[in-house]
T-cell receptor, first 114, second 122 residues
Framework: GENVEQHPSTLSVQEGDSAVIKCTYS??????FPWYKQELGKGPQLIID?????GEKKDQRIAVTLNKTAKHFSLHITETQPEDSAVYFC?????????????FGAGTRLAVHP | DGGITQSPKYLFRKEGQNVTLSCEQN?????MYWYRQDPGQGLRLIYY???????QKGDIAEGYSVSREKKESFPLTVTSAQKNPTAFYLC?????????????????????FGPGTRLTVL
């Protein structure tokens, strides 16, 4: 069935290092891939997204890459800061059963140590 | 101050009771969604609504019910039929419709999430 796999489940880095989170999706027709950041006790917030007509998108310290052939996409955070510590979710937009929906990965808990 | 509000933040329920979670948005969004979040898992779709007076089941609708009588409101009722209701519930909305069959990327809009309600069954 349709699913999104996300790795790693936890990631610990030193402040200033880079962090990379990877996701794979099953439906080759998926065409929109958002990334959300969720802080403790709060709802997820969109931090960056990419559509299938581009291979890479960057916003300051955050970038996302998409490989449609391999059906995977990645989040890259450079120069990490303690406030980047949170749970990050990837998602893929899929059509199923006559309606469209977002399928979420299981999340990655990122810890940035000063 | 625009956005999505959910209430209450924490909710406790005794077994066998129905409870209703509130979700309100003043973003003038057409589409609204309910997700359930369990530890170590991603968000799973319970119900969604493309427009007033219309809603569709998501992947885990059993034991839940919704209504969409007003554009800005999409309450979720957790019934006694839901066997494992303890979870974090998230409401979201988006500007456009959730999508038509065969819809494509240009019709999809960002989903904005509320702060969530943590439901615990005692």
């Amino acid at each position: 069935g349709e699913n999104v796999e996300q790795h790693p489940s936890t990631l610990s880095v030193q402040e200033g290092d880079s962090a990379v989170i990877k996701c794979t999706y099953s439906d080759s027709a998926s065409n929109y891939f958002p990334w959300y950041k969720q802080e403790l006790g709060k709802g997820p917030q969109l931090i960056i997204d990419i559509r299938s007509n581009v291979g890479e998108k960057k916003d300051q310290r955050i970038a996302v890459t998409l490989n449609k052939t391999a059906k995977h996409f990645s989040l890259h955070i450079t120069e990490t800061q303690p406030e980047d510590s949170a749970v990050y979710f990837c998602a893929a937009f899929m059509s199923s059963g006559g309606y469209n929906k977002l399928i979420f990965g299981a999340g990655t808990r990122l810890a940035v140590h000063p | 101050d625009g956005g999505i509000t959910q209430s209450p933040k924490y909710l406790f329920r005794k077994e066998g009771q129905n409870v209703t979670l509130s979700c309100e948005q003043n973003l003038n969004h057409d589409a609204m969604y309910w997700y359930r979040q369990d530890p170590g898992q991603g968000l799973r779709l319970i119900y969604y609504s493309q427009i007033v007076n219309d809603f569709q089941k998501g992947d885990i609708a059993e034991g839940y019910s919704v209504s969409r009588e007003k554009k800005e409101s999409f309450p979720l009722t957790v019934t006694s039929a839901q066997k494992n209701p303890t979870a974090f519930y998230l409401c979201a909305s988006s500007m456009g419709p959730a999508g038509l069959a065969g819809g494509y990327l240009s019709s999809y809009n960002e989903q904005f999430f509320g702060p969530g309600t943590r439901l615990t069954v005692l």
